[in-house]
């Protein structure tokens, strides 16, 4: 391919952004790392921009080839650069890209994909192999490189931008659903995101965070794509010793992550030799969940660091950033609206008027509209909308400087590092146990950003359910993130008269 700036390529429209960038990084700076990741050796896997164009064209043709236009292919990959690799070949195919946990259980995708029928999956072996996708294309792990193609800019000539990102939402009332995501909303997301955090092509991230959620897609590959930088990616963020070790390389300037990171790093930090050294990071942030102020004075004294947060949902993504630059940063904020994206605060039900727009500094339900708001959920005619506005679940105000700040919440949802987990799926898994009349799942708080999660069971008339069968039973039906750390036994579940469950009793 030539490094000419009279590439081919720039002269053909580019159905989608990111894939203009993609076509443009590789063009100008072939041979600079895009992707890179700590090996066994002890050194670094590097996926250079040219590499990228060019894998990632050879397995578009070859999806091309095998499965129909606007097919599902299922990408059960973690953190690893064939992930960058065949998000883009979905991306440059027009097919609807679906990441998701390769730890995701038989049983859970089974419910979650039958509204999606999966014509590809792209994944690690074991995932491939599964008998649910006998009838699927199977692409392994080994094989996603394996298509090199010396002609990319044909495909481009061919792209159409008709393919989307599936993201599996926690819902909100019920069990997942599938978000669809256009590519015109994943290119407005990527830029905005970009932009927010003041990405540039000299920065390399380094990712703890998974891809295959809303938060690690936009922060680990979308933004990144677009403003042209490198990414290092994490085996995950449970190895803090190892994530400290990379924090130090001045290499690094930014950091995406959720709050038991900078939670865990700051103590590490504190009691380790390295007491007077400061990381040289440009930006470090967090989302999922706002920082303790404990955890946000600690990251400063001890790391050096000022720590910014993003919010949003799998539904539109990435929508605030607050900047720990900007004058008047408040740490407990959720920051300012991302460009194009607003926010309005109403008066939830239950209240004189509901639905009425509150004025500035008063609570209420936080609703959001923004150009990279979800197209619906897979297999749902209607999109849940309120005249272009959706309900975020949130409880909320706005300030004085049009600024997000997050109350609480009018939904279910549990955080565990990052990972919005519904207790209801849970509960309706525990409640099939033989041994079980009836379960609630609440958070089980381990540190002041950690939680895990306890299940309270009311067992059977006569049985006696023991807490390792209740775990295994958990375990083969659902991810390891969503298996509960306690069973505790109870005789009954606080009810209303009514008979509805009192969630707020069971805290």
Known sequence: MTTSPAHPAFK??????????????????????????????????????EGWLRTAAGLARHLRQCTPEASVVLLGLRNVPEFHIAWAACLLADRMVYPISPETTPSELAALLAPAPVRAVVGETTFVDQPLFRDAVRIPQPMVTAYPDEQPEELLAAHTGRGALLLTSSGTTGLPKIVRRSTAAVDVTARICAQAVGMRATDRVLLPIV??????????????????????LQSGSMDIGGLWERLRDPAITILPAVPFVFEALARLHEGSAHGAEKLALRRAYTAGSVLPAAVTDACRRTLGIEVGQVYGCTEFGSAT????????????????????????????????????????????????????????????????????????GDLGRLDSRGRLWITGRTKLLIDIDGRKVNPLEIEAILSTHPDVEEAAVIPLRITQTANRLKALIVPRTGATPEEDSLRRFVRERLSPHKVPRVFEMCAALPRSPLGKLRREALK
């Not at 952004?17 to 050194?43: E, I, K, S, W």
């Not at 922060?219 to 403003?227: C, F, R, V």
């Not at 209607?382 to 272009?388: I, K, L, N, R, V």
């Open 12 to 49: 053909l429209p580019a159905a989608s952004q990111l894939v203009g960038r993609l076509f443009a990084h590789a063009a100008h700076r072939p041979q600079a790392p895009a992707v890179l990741q700590p090996n066994r050796a002890g050194t670094m896997t590097c996926l250079t921009w």
């Open 211 to 232: 891809l295959c959620h809303s938060y690690g897609i936009e922060h680990g590959l979308l933004a990144p794509l677009y403003a042209g930088c490198a990414v290092e």
């Open 321 to 392: 950033f607050n900047d720990p630059l900007e004058p008047g940063f408040a740490p407990q904020s959720a920051g300012q609206p991302m460009d194009g994206v607003c926010f309005r605060i109403v008066a939830p039900a239950g209240e004189p008027r509901p639905g009425r727009e509150l004025p500035p500094e008063a609570q209420g339900q936080v609703q959001a509209r923004s150009p990279t708001m979800f197209e619906g959920y897979l297999g749902q005619m209607d999109a849940p909308f309120t005249d272009g506005w959706f309900d975020t």
